[in-house]
């Protein structure tokens, strides 16, 4: 809802887990490897220098999830970023739709990877 920069995106459990350290290796094992796809996403989409992450489990939500947040070259290096004033949602549909669709294209490629190892 209110991003700390420019593309930055939440990852997040169906199932509640108050923390990483409930959730089943399994499920963890699939957030990261999400995650790390999609930080490439991020940096294609938005051309940010490197996109941070961190897990969450406080605040409002108290629920287990993953936040990437883009660090432009314009910026600051550190973990400052994690404290920024959040700013508006400002949808751009077209970059929502390019990393909708390469979202889309990898979880066709997972997938067919995990289909491989049953």
């Known amino acids: 809802g209110n991003p700390r920069n420019v593309g930055h995106m939440a990852i997040s459990t169906m199932t509640h887990y108050h923390d990483m350290r409930e959730a089943p290796y399994e499920l963890n ?3 990261f ?15 940010c220098e490197r996109v941070y992450m961190c897990t969450m489990c406080d605040g409002l939500a108290n629920h287990y999830h993953v936040q990437l ?6 910026e600051d290096r550190g973990s400052r970023i994690f404290v920024n004033n959040r700013k508006a949602y400002e949808f751009d549909e077209e970059k929502f739709n390019q990393v909708r ?8 490629e997972f997938s067919k990877s995990d289909a491989k190892k049953l």
């Open 69 to 74: 947040i883009p660090r432009y070259s314009t």
């Open 33 to 47: 490897r999400f995650a790390k796809k999609l930080m490439d996403i991020i940096v294609n989409v938005y051309h």
């Open 29 to 31: 094992d699939k957030i």
């Open 101 to 108: 669709a390469e979202i889309q294209k990898f979880g066709e």
